[in-house]
């Protein structure tokens, strides 16, 4: 059974911090796993994407780091502002070789972050 | 640039009554199409996924069917909703099975 588990559920800190949201999955078959944002009543907007191949990827303030070995990824954003505020999931696409519903994304409940001014 | 559309926004229904859902994708041609549930307090769940038009996968059948009668149009229905069926209900679509999915807007569920 594919789990995945994002460590902390909440998150609250001061503007200009660095901070480190922790996704963990119990298979260590994974394809790719995608990194979202969610606003309050809102859908998912993208973040990034980290291909099985790949150890990390960097868009603007954000890194996404994936440690196949453990069963880990984490997101770093760099100085922290209040428009940071939202809830980040992560989901994680299994491999395909292991009969997974092909292209689904299996998602952790994800962090919800404050960023206070 | 691909666009996903969902309507309706928010829908508040009484238990029983019938439900339809719409998704449409503009700017991408035989996408894969997936539909997610997000109930409170409960991660996203795969309802349906549709890898092209007449094929449907359902991962949790419950009382909702999905239909994709055209390339980039994908319908969430049920005959007679059940309190359990609220929720935030997303549409997805992805070039390929391996690829970036993205979401659309989303429909807010509410069964009275």
């Known amino acids: 059974k594919q789990e995945v588990t994002q460590i902390p559920a909440a998150l609250s800190v001061p503007e200009g911090e660095n901070l480190v949201l922790n996704c963990s999955f119990t298979?260590?078959?994974?394809?790719?796993l995608q990194w979202f944002r969610q606003d309050p009543g809102k859908g998912l907007t993208s973040l990034l994407l980290?291909?099985?191949?790949?150890r990390e990827q960097t868009s603007g303030r954000l890194n996404a780091s994936l440690d196949k070995s453990s069963g880990r990824s984490t997101l770093y954003i760099a100085a922290s502002q209040p428009g940071d505020s939202a809830t980040y999931l992560c989901?994680?696409?299994?491999?395909?070789?292991?009969?997974?519903?092909?292209?689904?994304?299996?998602f952790g409940r994800g962090t919800q972050l404050t960023v206070w001014p | 640039s691909q666009t996903i559309h969902q309507w309706p926004a928010t829908l508040v229904q009484p238990v029983g009554s019938p439900l339809s859902l719409e998704c449409t994708v503009e700017?991408?041609?035989?996408?894969?199409l997936y539909w997610y549930r997000q109930a409170a307090g409960r991660g996203l769940q795969l309802l349906f996924y549709?890898?092209?038009?007449?094929?449907i996968s359902s991962e949790v059948p419950q009382n909702l069917s999905a239909s994709r009668p055209q390339d980039r149009q994908f319908i969430l229905s049920s005959k007679k909703l059940l309190l359990s069926d609220s929720g935030f209900y997303l549409c997805?679509?992805?070039?390929?099975?391996?690829?970036?999915?993205?979401f659309g807007p989303g429909t807010r569920l509410t069964v009275l």
């Open positions: 549709s890898v092209g038009i007449g094929q």
């Open positions: 997805a679509w992805s070039a390929t099975s391996g690829t970036e999915q993205f």
């Open positions: 980290i291909q099985s191949s790949q």
């Open positions: 700017g991408t041609s035989n996408p894969n």
């Open positions: 989901g994680k696409k299994g491999g395909l070789d292991r009969g997974s519903t092909l292209g689904r994304l299996y």
């Open positions: 298979d260590s078959a994974i394809y790719n």
